[in-house]
């Protein structure tokens, strides 16, 4: 793809379509929508554009179009594989001036929103009038929904309810030649015409622009609790996880954490964590709207984890006392972070093959010289792989990354798994695709690129292998 | 699109590629296959293949691609919307010697399976070790998997559970040019490139032909009832519908039918129905572990139910009971058909726009002298619109009929609905389409069409409107 630069008669004309206001090129703006969450990339677009309304968005996307210029869309930047890093430079379209909830539609159990609502913020207004949107990113409190929706987002919940994409009924989007479509709508069933909805959730921006989104909500449930396992080795809690789901219990949250990522988080936040000792530990909540059936629940969900090796379990039943849980599991992230230089990779298996990935992921990394910190949600098989740099030399770690990185994606693609289940593809993951995928998928990935974007403008450089890498 | 006729020598190649026996020409199984459930439609097809395998799915493709002969894929034939319809002639490939359940795993709930599967068979299997396949179109002792898959075909307990697209989390398929591709496993979560698997689900095997299937299970309730409730008029019962969500009871069944429905099922299966007289009923059914919870919630329904005009409130609680009501429920559609020449409209609104929707159809109906029978999923809004010809003269009934369709598309939209919650698009919709999208949005679907079938090859004069149309 060639693009052309920026030009200052196409600022100007941005200025015009959407408001002067809505439009940067001031150092400051460029820089701060130069990176993502995504390790330590810059990446300097040349300019900044924050519409106010979907037909703002059109005209943009028109204007790119006209110019031939590439147009990255962005949420709150967030993302964790760089989907919102301008790599060719060109538009930034931030979504942050589309922040309302549009609607929350208590007998249809449906929300309408714009794609820059903060999820935390959505999912407390739903609570409020007793409903419930379970996805739950560990960012929740400053990610999009827009961007959990173009990541297809998943999180602690989705062992029970599922990801962004089992709550997207509808969208609104603009295309990249500015045409505004919609699709869905409050809808539990629609199979009018191709799916347009369910193929730009997880399209990582780079199919169209969501403008305006229908979720699906839940009753909230009552009641939740949530028990605490440690466990001697990684082995163990993995093994108890299909055991529990094989005796008919779905947690709400099943969560895997090793020693590392407690010890890790604990320096961190300068807190302490129970059992912070044990090798492992699983995390698990259980909801629903009878406490005896909870209660019940919890008990065979104890018994089955101590069968498996637990050393204790312990229970929090408070607000309090699960939030400060919480707390220190939506931490790991940024406590890893602080620590060292690393590199993230979200691989996802089925359940029962946690077990051959967590022992798999040690042996390669052992064999390259690599410190590895797992953790993530074994309930759905997602677990998130931290290789830390430490004090290793530069020219090592870069020796050393790639080769081992290959490995582990290869060892879960052989466990029948793939090689992102919820950060996305995007920039640091695309030329990993050809180990997921044969020549011909990829083909066929970059057909349905085409049909929507046959000049190539938006959010180029994300998703699909850098041609000649496939 | 200009396709060849099948040629014998194509016919000697098909049978070199998958089977003399699995190769048909004979004028029974050619009109066998020219006809589905959809109306009094016959299209002969040229000859018929039964493959056994994947390969030899992809050796038929690849023949018809060299040959240029459109392929009809076909699973039992049970679609309501023409979709198995060959009528472009050519091949028909048929699914029925696709038939294994390939595994049911209990650790990871999930299964693989063939497209040749009978749902009800499945259902059974599953049911067998303590697990959940909810998804249950009334035609599900005949229906197939693939066939549910293509159509994206929903059922009663959608309201609950979700639709067919809810529960695939991965695919093999056959692309028009012969290539297999793989997308998804048993995998909850999995962002790796763009989202095959949902959108090949309801794409009426127009974009790939399906030849496995990964199926998320859920473990199996243990305990349900059932409430039946007869009201005076059509609109309290679809009133009462967003007030049973509103409270917070999420039933696994929310049926409503009218009186004519059950009065023609009552002559159709010569057995009688509980308040027959009725002008209306809702069919509701609880389910989940805990008796004592489903008790509380049952009561909760029949207070809402009676408070919004309901004149009775049954209760079923045994199988024996509950099995009535279901088998005169599932025989709804045969009943119909056998009635009178019909024409069947699979509209989607949002749940509580159901009374704006009943009233409207009786009106349109009216305005243009034609009767109608509706009943269907109230719970998610999705009503089936039968419009019956009766001893109506052949003149008047077609020339009724299509604008009194549009009239009725046209106020599902209006509604914040669709043109189709579960049957598809296929052969009889195609022209309503343009209802439903703008041309932009018909543009995009097609564009997505030729990523997978520029030829196309398969499935032709479906889904999309006749060129022109839009």
């Known amino acids: 793809m060639v693009f052309n630069r920026v030009t200052p008669k196409?600022?100007?004309?941005?200025?015009?379509?959407?408001?002067?206001?809505?439009?940067?090129?001031?150092?400051?703006?460029?820089?701060?929508?130069?990176?993502?969450?995504?390790?330590?990339?810059?990446?300097?677009?040349?300019?900044?554009?924050?519409?106010?309304?979907?037909?703002?968005?059109?005209?943009?996307?028109?204007?790119?179009?006209?110019?031939?210029?590439?147009?990255?869309?962005?949420?709150?930047?967030?993302?964790?594989?760089?989907?919102?890093?301008?790599?060719?430079?060109?538009?930034?379209?931030?979504?942050?001036?589309?922040?309302?909830?549009?609607?929350?539609?208590?007998?249809?159990l449906m929300a309408v929103v714009e794609p820059g609502v903060i999820t935390q913020v959505f999912q407390e207004a739903v609570e409020a009038v007793g409903l419930f949107y379970p996805v739950d990113p560990a960012s929740r409190g400053s990610c999009f929904l827009g961007g959990n929706l173009a990541e297809c987002s998943g999180g602690p919940r989705a062992v029970k309810y599922g990801v962004t994409k089992d709550f997207v009924t509808g969208i609104?989007?603009?295309?990249?030649?500015?045409?505004?479509?919609?699709?869905?709508?409050?809808?539990?069933?629609?199979?009018?015409?191709?799916?347009?909805?369910?193929?730009?959730?997880?399209?990582?921006?780079?199919?169209?622009?969501?403008?305006?989104?229908?979720?699906?909500?839940?009753?909230?449930?009552?009641?939740?609790?949530?028990?605490?396992?440690?466990?001697?080795?990684?082995?163990?809690?993995?093994?108890?996880?299909?055991?529990?789901?094989?005796?008919?219990?779905?947690?709400?949250?099943l969560e895997f954490m090793e020693r590392d990522a407690v010890e890790i988080t604990e320096r961190h936040l300068g807190k302490s964590f129970p059992h912070a000792e044990a090798a492992a530990h699983l995390m698990i909540e259980l909801d629903g709207n009878d406490e005896g059936v909870i209660a019940r629940e919890a008990e065979r969900v104890a018994e089955i984890v101590l069968a498996h090796g637990a050393t204790d379990v312990l229970l929090a039943d408070t607000d309090a006392k699960?939030?400060?849980?919480?707390?220190?599991?939506?931490?790991?992230?940024?406590?890893?972070?602080?620590?060292?230089?690393?590199?993230?990779?979200?691989?996802?298996?089925?359940?029962?093959?946690?077990?051959?990935?967590?022992?798999?992921?040690?042996?390669?990394?052992?064999?390259?010289?690599?410190?590895?910190?797992?953790y993530g949600h074994a309930g759905d098989g997602n677990l998130h792989v931290n290789i830390l740099k430490m004090d290793m030399s530069e020219e090592r770690w870069n020796t050393a990354l790639d080769p081992a990185i290959r490995e582990i994606f290869a060892l879960t693609v052989t466990l029948g798994g793939l090689i992102s289940g919820e950060h996305g593809i995007g920039y640091v993951q695309k030329d990993y695709m050809p180990i997921a995928y044969t020549s011909e998928e990829i083909a066929l990935m970059r057909a349905i690129k085409r049909a929507f974007d046959p000049m190539g403008i938006l959010n180029p450089g994300k998703l699909l292998p850098s041609a000649g890498a496939d």
Request: a neutral charge; proline letters at 6%; aromatic letters at 4%.
């Open 322 to 374: 699960m939030g400060g849980l919480w707390a220190m599991r939506r931490a790991f992230g940024a406590a890893v972070k602080s620590e060292s230089v690393y590199k993230e990779e979200d691989t996802v298996v089925p359940r029962n093959q946690l077990v051959a990935l967590v022992k798999g992921v040690k042996e390669i990394a052992a064999r390259h010289g690599l410190r590895t910190v797992c």
């Open 172 to 253: 609104e989007a603009v295309l990249p030649d500015g045409t505004l479509v919609h699709h869905g709508g409050k809808l539990l069933k629609n199979v009018t015409g191709y799916n347009l909805t369910q193929l730009i959730v997880g399209s990582e921006g780079t199919l169209a622009i969501v403008t305006k989104i229908y979720l699906r909500l839940l009753p909230l449930p009552n009641h939740r609790v949530m028990l605490l396992a440690p466990f001697k080795s990684l082995e163990e809690p993995a093994r108890a996880v299909p055991a529990i789901m094989h005796a008919g219990v779905v947690p709400s949250v």
């Open 10 to 108: 196409l600022v100007e004309r941005l200025r015009a379509a959407v408001g002067a206001d809505c439009v940067h090129v001031d150092d400051e703006s460029l820089l701060l929508h130069a990176s993502d969450e995504t390790e330590d990339f810059v990446f300097r677009p040349e300019v900044v554009v924050v519409p106010r309304a979907a037909d703002a968005v059109a005209h943009v996307m028109r204007l790119a179009t006209e110019y031939r210029v590439p147009v990255t869309p962005r949420g709150a930047g967030t993302g964790l594989s760089g989907g919102a890093l301008p790599v060719h430079g060109g538009i930034v379209l931030a979504t942050k001036n589309l922040g309302r909830i549009l609607e929350i539609d208590r007998e249809n």
